[in-house]
């Protein structure tokens, strides 16, 4: 069976006035149901570009959006790239769902939360106003919201951060989608919280049997919930593989970068972290070659400054881990162990 | 034994809100640090970790009599500083300085980043050897700046850098304490460690003190000697770093360690996760008793009349629960 | 919820009270003697007197004032036997120069004030936000820039030059017959003629309030159509149309509400020049007269009173419908 949602050769780019913002460029990866996949990345690093571009999103006149993202319905493939904007609409909200990083803002301040999710019930069910409202009571006590049939009649400002979250799931599940693209769910949220909604996120997983993306910038939540991973550096997948394979034996030198450079809450030795030189490039212009080059401690190593006029291919090292880089496999295993640079 | 740099004793801070309209007000106290003693030593780091809402901000900044601190005592270097007026604080701010979390909301943004470093010494009245314009390319190329950007604007530089610009001015009179708050989480990991760093290196080379207020607790882990733990205005544990991450004996320290995501799936998914129900209450109006009570797994009858009192339950480690985890 | 507006009601009655004793004091201040004004040149100094007498102006102000506040529960009585007049309840006093009680003087006038502001408003509203609304939909594009010409034009324009240029137009045209078009036609008996006699002032009017409305709606829905929340319900799937309607215009048009409130209440005391300019005998006529030609002091003291009475309650219905509104702003 194919996977859920296959993503293939997506490029999203903005023309600005000082020269086109290169976003996302050449994003291929696949989502089955009932599995987690991750996009880690720093900002502006293409992440959640790539995933409201397969929402369909962005504003179709002020993207530059090509490339393909299909989803295997039960009706046949549909892609939303190239799909009309009325068909893709249709897709929203039920085959597709998304909750975004500030719940803060995220839901409508004038109505309340019983309205917000019985509209998203009403567009894909018929029935009265107060079937949705009764849907939605299902729904919040399916998210652990204390007390449902009472708060549903509340309004955003009258929740915390941590409960508003789950009335964006409750809204983003009410019609039972196959896909949900979490955006930094739990960013904005305390970390006891967020690990309140990971669990969550999870059992709705299970519940629901969804394809999940999470974005996130913290590796440490990868680790926590994901199966398989792509980890993103300016605009493009520099890495992809199961889990486990990107944090004992990550094949890029930034993942491997990333790693060395955030402090372990389970790990007491005082060692002086070690820094990625520098910082990302510009999307507007980006370096020949590797993007990541600037940075490399290991690029030296590479013969003839192939990472300096050769944009390396994402290729398939061993089976299932994808990674884009000049590097030997037997170089790679050297640069997980060296020291690296002591910035 | 060594004099601390900074000594804080039953440090408390409440703000009165009113509310309500013009003929009814109702008062109401948020007693936002509800009394902190510590100690940091010359060299030392403190870190001052909790959630949002548990006042290590508040604290944080009433250190540096930017608020008028409720009661308590702040002692600086021997000298009781706690109620100085802002004439006679002013020759002691040259010592103390602070980093804010957000670089670029704290950075005037029509002045250049000379301007910016400069003012230190204007302020102070203080001529560095060599001149301001000599002193301020030094401090620059110190925290990893280029001194030729010393006619930039704020905007010119990324997030990382202009945390760098903060740093540098921070530095500049040679103090002997920064408050730190949340020097780094608004960065991007990658950068996050090359703050972190620099810190690290400018503590060595002047035998700074910080107070690091953070919700990371991994950032607080790596760079504190000691930590403090607090939720909604209280000390729940105090600690040296590695006690309390190793053996956090209280319960809310136990959760939130559990609660902080690791970069490592093999050892995540064995370990034991504490999940704690609810959410922080409203610090206008704290639960009676222990005020984590409303979320504590092991909450008794006790915990919900009687206020815990923080005791010395080891050398260097106190704590304020009725009902610790034992000792690992 | 009905404690707010006990609470804002009472707030309300302390500021019209404070008001009106500020405008008392104020015409008291003021160096001119309306009972010399009240009998040509050559008046004897007993005649003065006794028309201050008459006028009530011979006691000190604070009694005045209490006269005044008795007669707003009670009516007023004037002079004595033959020359007694009667105004009843709420008497705002008595006109000498007119000959009438003010109360009848405000309610001949009212009826006009009030036509032209509620079309004026109906005409603005409507011109404003569908304007605004569709700048922001095509912003950059024509309607967009056809949008910023006229809120350029509308509102550098004073009313006294575009009232007047379409007065005369009208003249030109044929549209108005000027010696019939200062008579009050009430809606009821002939709604026809009532249109007539005011859509040429309501146009002005509108002019010069549409183009704020349309530069303040189209400056809210483009910040609201950028919010968090309006992503939000696109992915939930719905349609621009239920987007715009529901969800942009909800939050966008909310504080239009505010100053619209404002605007009403201010036009409620009288448009004197557009009044003026069609010859409409409403408020604004009727104070201007009084305060030019006939120094009418009970009729000025009671229209600046009307005039700030209907921006304070104005204000409160505001406030109520804001918080119907608005859920955060409803106090528990």
Same mark, same amino acid.
């Given at each position: 069976?194919?996977? &859920?949602?296959?993503?293939?050769?997506?490029?999203?780019?903005?023309?600005?006035?000082?020269?086109?913002?290169?976003?996302?460029?050449?994003?291929?990866?696949?989502?089955?149901?009932?599995?987690?996949?991750?996009?880690?990345?720093?900002?502006?690093?293409?992440?959640?570009?790539?995933?409201?571009?397969?929402?369909?999103?962005?504003?179709?006149?002020?993207?530059?959006?090509? /490339?393909?993202?299909?989803?295997?319905?039960?009706?046949?493939?549909?892609?939303?790239?190239?799909?009309?904007?009325?068909?893709?609409?249709?897709?929203?909200?039920?085959?597709?769902?998304?909750?975004?990083?500030?719940?803060?803002?995220?839901? @409508?301040?004038?109505?309340?939360?019983?309205?917000?999710?019985?509209?998203?019930?009403?567009?894909?069910?018929?029935?009265?106003?107060?079937?949705?409202?009764?849907?939605?009571?299902?729904?919040?006590?399916?998210?652990?919201?204390?007390?449902?049939?009472?708060?549903?009649?509340?309004?955003?400002?009258?929740?915390?951060?941590?409960?508003?979250?789950?009335?964006?799931?409750?809204?983003?599940?009410?019609?039972?989608?196959?896909?949900?693209?979490?955006?930094?769910?739990?960013?904005?949220?305390?970390?006891?919280?967020?690990?309140?909604?990971?669990?969550?996120?999870?059992?709705?997983?299970?519940?629901?049997?969804?394809?999940?993306?999470?974005?996130? @910038?913290?590796?440490?939540?990868?680790?926590?919930?994901?199966?398989?991973?792509?980890?993103?550096?300016?605009?493009?997948?520099?890495?992809?593989?199961?889990?486990?394979?990107?944090?004992?034996?990550?094949?890029?030198?930034?993942?491997?970068?990333?790693?060395?450079?955030?402090?372990?809450?389970?790990?007491?030795?005082?060692?002086?972290?070690?820094?990625?030189?520098?910082?990302?490039?510009?999307?507007?212009?980006?370096?020949?070659?590797?993007?990541?080059?600037?940075?490399?401690?290991?690029?030296?190593?590479?013969?003839?400054?192939?990472?300096?006029?050769?944009?390396?291919?994402?290729?398939?090292?061993?089976?299932?881990? &994808?990674?884009?880089?000049?590097?030997?496999?037997?170089?790679?295993?050297?640069?997980?162990?060296?020291?690296?640079?002591?910035? | 034994?060594?004099?601390?740099?900074?000594?804080?004793? /039953?440090?408390?801070?409440?703000?009165?809100?009113?509310?309500?309209?013009? &003929?009814?007000?109702?008062?109401?106290?948020?007693?936002?640090?509800?009394?902190?003693?510590?100690?940091?030593?010359?060299?030392?780091?403190?870190?001052?970790?909790?959630?949002?809402?548990?006042?290590?901000?508040?604290?944080?900044?009433?250190?540096?009599? $930017?608020?008028?601190?409720?009661?308590?005592?702040?002692?600086?270097?021997?000298?009781?500083?706690? @109620?100085?007026?802002?004439?006679?604080?002013?020759?002691?701010?040259?010592?103390?300085?602070?980093?804010?979390?957000?670089?670029?909301?704290?950075?005037?943004?029509?002045?250049?980043?000379?301007?910016?470093?400069?003012?230190?010494?204007?302020?102070?009245?203080?001529?560095?050897? /060599?001149?301001?314009?000599?002193?301020?390319?030094?401090?620059?190329?110190?925290?990893?700046?280029?001194?030729?950007?010393?006619?930039?604007?704020?905007?010119?530089?990324?997030?990382?850098?202009?945390?760098?610009?903060?740093?540098?001015?921070?530095?500049?009179?040679?103090?002997?304490?920064?408050?730190?708050?949340?020097?780094?989480?608004?960065?991007?990991?990658?950068?996050?460690?090359?703050?972190?760093?620099?810190?690290?290196?400018?503590?060595?080379?002047?035998?700074?003190?910080?107070?690091?207020?953070? @919700?990371?607790?991994?950032?607080?882990?790596?760079?504190?000697?000691?930590?403090?733990?607090?939720?909604?205005?209280?000390?729940?544990?105090?600690?040296?770093?590695?006690?309390?991450?190793?053996?956090?004996?209280?319960?809310?320290?136990?959760? $939130?360690?559990?609660?902080?995501?690791?970069?490592?799936?093999?050892?995540?998914?064995?370990?034991?996760?504490?999940?704690?129900?609810?959410?922080?209450?409203?610090?206008?109006?704290?639960?009676?008793?222990?005020?984590?009570?409303?979320?504590?797994?092991?909450?008794?009858?006790?915990?919900?009349?009687?206020?815990?009192?923080?005791?010395?339950?080891?050398?260097?480690?106190?704590?304020?629960?009725?009902?610790?985890?034992?000792?690992? | 919820?009905?404690?707010?507006?006990?609470?804002?009601?009472?707030?309300?009655?302390?500021?019209?009270?404070?008001?009106?004793?500020?405008?008392?004091?104020?015409?008291?201040?003021?160096?001119?003697?309306?009972?010399?004004?009240?009998?040509?040149?050559?008046?004897?100094?007993?005649?003065?007197?006794?028309?201050?007498?008459?006028?009530?102006?011979?006691?000190?102000?604070?009694?005045?004032?209490?006269?005044?506040?008795?007669?707003?529960?009670?009516?007023?009585?004037?002079?004595?036997?033959?020359?007694?007049?009667?105004?009843?309840?709420?008497?705002?006093?008595?006109?000498?120069?007119?000959?009438?009680?003010?109360?009848?003087?405000?309610?001949?006038?009212?009826?006009?004030?009030?036509?032209?502001?509620?079309?004026?408003?109906?005409?603005?509203?409507?011109?404003?936000?569908?304007?605004?609304?569709?700048?922001?939909?095509?912003?950059?594009?024509?309607?967009?820039?056809?949008?910023?010409?006229?809120? $350029?034009? /509308?509102?550098?324009?004073?009313?006294?030059?575009?009232?007047?240029?379409?007065?005369?137009?009208?003249?030109?045209?044929?549209?108005?017959?000027?010696?019939?078009?200062?008579?009050?036609?009430?809606?009821?008996?002939?709604?026809?003629?009532?249109?007539?006699?005011?859509?040429?002032?309501?146009?002005?009017?509108?002019?010069?309030?549409?183009?704020?409305?349309?530069?303040?709606?189209?400056?809210?829905?483009?910040?609201?159509?950028?919010?968090?929340?309006?992503?939000?319900?696109?992915?939930?799937?719905?349609?621009?149309?239920?987007?715009?309607?529901?969800?942009?215009?909800?939050?966008?048009?909310?504080?239009?509400?505010?100053?619209?409130?404002?605007?009403?209440?201010?036009?409620?005391?009288?448009?004197?020049?557009?009044?003026?300019?069609?010859?409409?005998?409403?408020?604004?006529?009727?104070?201007?007269?009084?305060?030019?030609?006939?120094?009418?002091?009970?009729?000025?003291?009671?229209?600046?009173?009307?005039?700030?009475?209907?921006?304070?309650?104005?204000?409160?219905?505001?406030?109520?419908?804001?918080?119907?509104?608005?859920?955060?702003?409803?106090?528990?």
């Amino acid at each position: 069976m194919k996977p &859920f949602l296959e993503v293939k050769n997506l490029s999203v780019s903005f023309p600005t006035q000082d020269g086109l913002v290169k976003a996302s460029n050449d994003i291929s990866f696949t989502v089955a149901r009932g599995e987690t996949l991750a996009i880690v990345g720093e900002s502006g690093s293409g992440k959640s570009v790539t995933s409201l571009a397969v929402m369909g999103l962005h504003n179709r006149n002020a993207a530059d959006i090509s /490339g393909e993202a299909i989803l295997n319905l039960e009706t046949g493939p549909i892609d939303t790239i190239s799909a009309s904007p009325e068909v893709v609409r249709k897709l929203r909200g039920k085959s597709m769902a998304m909750i975004f990083q500030d719940p803060m803002s995220a839901l @409508h301040p004038y109505y309340s939360i019983g309205d917000q999710i019985a509209e998203a019930w009403g567009l894909y069910n018929k029935g009265s106003k107060s079937d949705g409202i009764k849907r939605a009571v299902e729904m919040l006590d399916l998210v652990g919201i204390p007390e449902a049939a009472k708060r549903v009649k509340e309004f955003p400002h009258q929740f915390s951060g941590g409960m508003r979250q789950r009335v964006m799931i409750a809204m983003a599940l009410v019609n039972n989608p196959s896909l949900l693209i979490a955006d930094e769910p739990t960013t904005a949220l305390d970390v006891t919280v967020q690990s309140q909604i990971l669990k969550l996120l999870k059992d709705m997983q299970q519940e629901f049997n969804m394809a999940v993306i999470l974005i996130t @910038h913290d590796l440490g939540v990868v680790a926590e919930v994901a199966d398989r991973a792509c980890v993103m550096y300016a605009g493009k997948i520099v890495e992809q593989s199961a889990i486990d394979d990107i944090y004992y034996t990550p094949d890029h030198p930034y993942t491997i970068g990333l790693l060395n450079s955030i402090p372990r809450v389970d790990q007491l030795e005082g060692k002086r972290l070690l820094a990625i030189p520098g910082q990302p490039p510009s999307l507007i212009s980006l370096p020949r070659g590797c993007a990541f080059r600037g940075r490399c401690t290991f690029s030296r190593l590479v013969p003839n400054n192939r990472c300096a006029t050769e944009v390396p291919n994402l290729d398939e090292k061993i089976k299932g881990h &994808f990674s884009r880089c000049h590097l030997t496999e037997a170089q790679l295993t050297v640069a997980r162990t060296s020291v690296g640079s002591r910035v | 034994m060594t004099e601390p740099i900074l000594k804080l004793v /039953g440090l408390k801070k409440h703000f009165e809100s009113t509310s309500g309209g013009f &003929f009814n007000k109702k008062k109401g106290v948020v007693k936002a640090v509800d009394g902190i003693d510590l100690e940091i030593l010359p060299g030392q780091t403190v870190g001052l970790v909790g959630e949002s809402g548990c006042g290590k901000t508040t604290a944080g900044r009433t250190v540096l009599k $930017l608020y008028e601190p409720t009661e308590g005592q702040i002692i600086f270097q021997g000298e009781d500083i706690t @109620h100085l007026s802002r004439k006679r604080m002013k020759p002691l701010r040259a010592q103390m300085q602070m980093i804010f979390q957000d670089p670029f909301a704290s950075l005037n943004p029509r002045q250049t980043v000379g301007t910016l470093i400069g003012a230190t010494f204007d302020i102070q009245g203080i001529t560095p050897p /060599g001149g301001v314009k000599k002193e301020v390319e030094r401090l620059m190329e110190r925290v990893g700046l280029n001194p030729e950007h010393v006619n930039r604007y704020p905007h010119e530089f990324s997030g990382g850098q202009r945390q760098r610009i903060g740093v540098a001015r921070a530095i500049a009179l040679k103090p002997k304490l920064i408050v730190a708050d949340e020097p780094v989480s608004a960065l991007d990991v990658s950068i996050q460690a090359q703050v972190v760093n620099l810190l690290d290196d400018l503590q060595e080379e002047f035998g700074l003190s910080y107070l690091f207020v953070a @919700h990371d607790l991994s950032v607080v882990q790596h760079i504190s000697d000691r930590v403090i733990v607090m939720y909604l205005g209280k000390v729940m544990e105090e600690a040296d770093k590695k006690d309390l991450f190793m053996s956090p004996r209280h319960p809310y320290t136990k959760a $939130l360690l559990s609660a902080v995501p690791v970069p490592d799936p093999i050892k995540g998914r064995k370990r034991e996760r504490i999940i704690l129900v609810g959410d922080l209450p409203s610090p206008m109006n704290p639960p009676a008793g222990c005020v984590f009570n409303t979320r504590c797994w092991k909450v008794q009858d006790k915990c919900r009349t009687e206020i815990p009192a923080l005791q010395q339950i080891a050398p260097n480690h106190r704590l304020a629960c009725h009902f610790p985890e034992p000792a690992a | 919820m009905f404690k707010f507006i006990a609470k804002r009601l009472t707030a309300t009655v302390i500021v019209i009270t404070l008001v009106s004793i500020s405008v008392f004091l104020i015409f008291a201040i003021l160096p001119m003697d309306p009972a010399r004004l009240t009998c040509g040149k050559g008046c004897s100094v007993p005649v003065i007197e006794a028309n201050r007498h008459r006028l009530g102006l011979d006691v000190p102000v604070q009694v005045q004032y209490g006269r005044f506040v008795k007669g707003l529960f009670v009516g007023r009585t004037y002079g004595q036997g033959q020359a007694k007049i009667e105004c009843g309840a709420p008497a705002f006093g008595y006109s000498f120069n007119k000959h009438e009680c003010v109360t009848t003087l405000i309610a001949e006038a009212f009826p006009v004030t009030f036509s032209l502001a509620v079309g004026a408003f109906i005409l603005w509203l409507l011109l404003g936000v569908s304007l605004g609304v569709l700048a922001a939909r095509r912003q950059g594009k024509w309607p967009d820039r056809a949008s910023t010409v006229f809120v $350029l034009v /509308g509102i550098s324009l004073p009313t006294f030059i575009s009232g007047l240029l379409i007065y005369l137009l009208a003249l030109r045209l044929n549209l108005i017959n000027p010696i019939e078009s200062g008579r009050w036609v009430s809606p009821f008996t002939n709604p026809i003629g009532w249109v007539k006699n005011f859509y040429l002032p309501w146009i002005t009017l509108a002019l010069a309030f549409a183009a704020t409305y349309t530069r303040f709606t189209r400056s809210n829905v483009i910040e609201t159509s950028s919010e968090d929340y309006i992503r939000t319900a696109r992915a939930k799937g719905l349609s621009e149309k239920v987007i715009l309607r529901k969800h942009t215009l909800r939050a966008a048009l909310a504080p239009i509400v505010t100053i619209a409130g404002l605007d009403f209440a201010g036009l409620l005391g009288g448009a004197i020049i557009t009044e003026q300019i069609f010859n409409l005998p409403g408020l604004g006529r009727l104070s201007l007269r009084a305060v030019l030609i006939d120094y009418d002091l009970p009729v000025i003291v009671s229209t600046t009173i009307l005039a700030a009475t209907f921006v304070v309650v104005m204000n409160l219905i505001v406030d109520i419908l804001y918080a119907y509104i608005d859920p955060r702003v409803r106090v528990g």
